[in-house]
C-alpha cells in the first residue's frame, strides 16, 4: 500500500512526535521544537513558545491513544478531533507541493494542525484497512510506536537503536 506523500508525511510526524516521549525525552526546548516542524515541513503559525511547546509535548498521548487503537476507536477519534477542529477540507499548492488538502486555517495553533493532520492521514490508514502498518516496538524495553511502509510489512523496531540492541542480544544468546 503506497499512501499519498501528505499522509505519509503526517503519518511520520505523529510516529516521530510520539516516540519523542520515549526516555530520553527528545522535545524538551524551543530548538527541538523548531527542528520538528521544519524537518515535517509543517508551514503556518508557528509562535516558537513555551505555550506552544507545551500544548505540542501534551498531544503526544492522544496521539498515542490514535496511532495504537483498534479500527473502530481510531474511527471514532478521527472524528472527534475532526469535529472539535471544525475541520473544512480544501485543496491547496504551495512551496515545492503539488495538490493536497488543509482542513484547518494555517493560524490555527501548531498542536491543534499536528492533531487534525494526524487525523486526516488516519482517514487514508482507516479506509485502507491497514491499521497493521502501526503497531509498538518489538524491543522488550521500548513502546515506541513503529510505522511499517515498508512492501513486506517487516518493520518490527521503532528505531535503528532498538534494531540493534535485539541484534545484538540475538548474537549473544547464539554465542551462549
Known amino acids: 500500500m503506497t499512501f499519498a506523500r501528505d499522509t505519509e508525511q503526517a503519518l511520520l510526524a505523529a ?3 510520539v516516540n519523542s516521549a520515549e526516555a530520553p525525552d527528545t ?3 524551543l530548538a527541538e521544537l523548531d527542528e520538528f516542524w521544519a524537518g515535517f515541513g509543517y508551514t503556518g503559525r508557528h509562535d516558537r513558545d513555551e505555550a506552544e511547546l ?12 490514535l496511532l495504537t487503537a483498534e479500527r473502530d476507536t481510531a474511527v471514532e477519534m ?16 504551495h512551496d515545492d507541493l503539488d495538490w493536497h488538502l488543509h482542513v ?8 491543534e494542525r499536528i492533531a487534525v493532520e494526524t487525523a486526516m492521514a488516519m482517514i487514508d490508514v482507516i479506509r485502507a484497512d491497514e491499521m497493521s502498518r502501526l503497531d509498538v516496538c518489538a524491543q522488550d524495553d521500548c513502546q515506541g510506536v513503529v510505522l511499517d511502509l515498508s512492501r513486506n510489512r517487516s518493520k518490527i523496531f521503532c528505531s535503528p537503536s532498538c534494531s540493534n540492541r535485539a541484534a545484538v542480544a540475538a548474537y549473544r544468546a547464539r554465542r551462549r
Open 78 to 93: 478521527v472524528n472527534d478531533l475532526l469535529e472539535r477542529a471544525e475541520a473544512r477540507p480544501k485543496l491547496v499548492r
Open 54 to 65: 507545551a500544548d505540542v509535548r501534551a498531544l503526544r498521548p492522544r496521539l498515542r491513544q
Open 15 to 17: 510516529v516521530s512526535l
Open 104 to 111: 484547518v486555517d494555517p493560524q490555527t495553533p501548531l498542536a
Open 27 to 29: 522535545l524538551t526546548s
